[in-house]
């Protein structure tokens, strides 16, 4: 199969969040099994002009946004044995960060219809494309109106990834006829609820609706965590397909990070242990047998902050000490930052992100605490397990479908700040008793959550979509 991934950002180019991960690493694991895999993502100012360097310009053209004709340049570089093609326009990209302007709207409609008008000028013509959030969820709304039918377009296939459906791309009417020019009798494939909504319009179109774990494929079938879409996706349940995130088992690897203080794996724990002493020194914190309990995440209410701030002082007096990093909304940051101040010694807290430093708390702690409300896939609990380090989580979406309570971690059912404390408890009585705790550590450490499991599950889908 030949399948070309759409994506608005992709590591080592440019990046903001888990999507990037995504786009960086599951087309390599696709192509590592035999299928031709491509990347096209938009050409931003924040690409290092290292890899610059090594593009070539494939072809300068023209694409349609409504009335107006915009120039598009078309580059490629080949890297990881993997060719990615960059959509250039200076207006709409050259400009500092990647999403949060006025026209994001129209940024995105234009590269929407630049990838599909890419496909005439460049040697690749994909049996499917797979398309990532509502940046590029106008690729099968534009295929099935203008190139359905023409010639070289013929049997494409289109997906839509939903990687958190909370981001949709909802606009006034106004820009259905001055930027993305759909015609009227089109106009109900990106209506809805009074709105343009362009994640809707790939829900109606694409052949296939993926969501990042099976449990969220079925969660935002219920109102709670579809901000709206339940109603369209009920209907779209025939096309619905869960498939688990992976984790980049490279850079990811206690056996050879460079992040961290010592390595170790499953036949050599002592690493571990040095990891752990490592942390405490740096971190300050003070140099006893207290569990570490590791928090990496956003400062936002759906990662379960509200419960984490209902009862941290509570597990702090029940012997727990923590390593925090991470920032987001002021009310959370200085709840933590008043929290490292009355309890130093017991309590570290970093803001920012720091990857480095979250490559040690990885290694260095014994738990992980992610109680969140919300969470599409999450990656932080694979990580962690990788590294040895025991994942606390609330059973929702991908939470749910990789850790399971005292086989490779600890879980509670409902947001409920006791329900948490309860989790965190049980899992100090497991850390108490060390012959249980290494067991528990080893099953977690044997896990295996590497793309080479979900690319097998992404090739079943495309397959199916190809042979339909």
Known sequence: MKILFAVSEAVPF?????????AGSLPEAISE???ECCVVMPLYKAIPQRFRDDMELVANITVDVSWRKQYCGIFRTDYNNMTFYFIDNEYYFNRDGLYGFYDDCERFVFFDRAVLEMIKYIDFKPDVISCNDWQTALIPVYYNIYYKYQQGYDNIKTSITIHNIEYQGRYGKEVLSELMGIPMYNAGLVEYDGYINMLKGAIECADRIITVSPSYAWEILDPWYAHGLDRILVTKQYKLKGILNGIDTKLYNPETDSHITAHYSLKNMQGKTECRTALVQELELENSDSPIIGIVTRFVSHKGIDLIR???EEMVKRGFMFAVLGSGEQVYENFFLEMSDRYKGRVSVNLGFIPELSHRI????????MPSQSEPCGL???ISMRYGTIPIVRETGGLRDSVRDSV????FKNYNADDMLGAVTRAKACYDDKAEWKSLVNRAMKCDYSWSVSADSYIDTFAELVVS
């Open 408 to 411: 490779n971690g600890f879980t």
């Open 14 to 22: 440019a990046a903001s969040g888990g999507l990037a991960d995504v």
């Open 33 to 35: 099994k035999g299928h």
């Open 310 to 312: 209902c009862m941290f």
């Open 362 to 369: 990885y290694a260095g702690a014994d738990m992980f605490l």
């Open 380 to 382: 932080a609990q694979m």
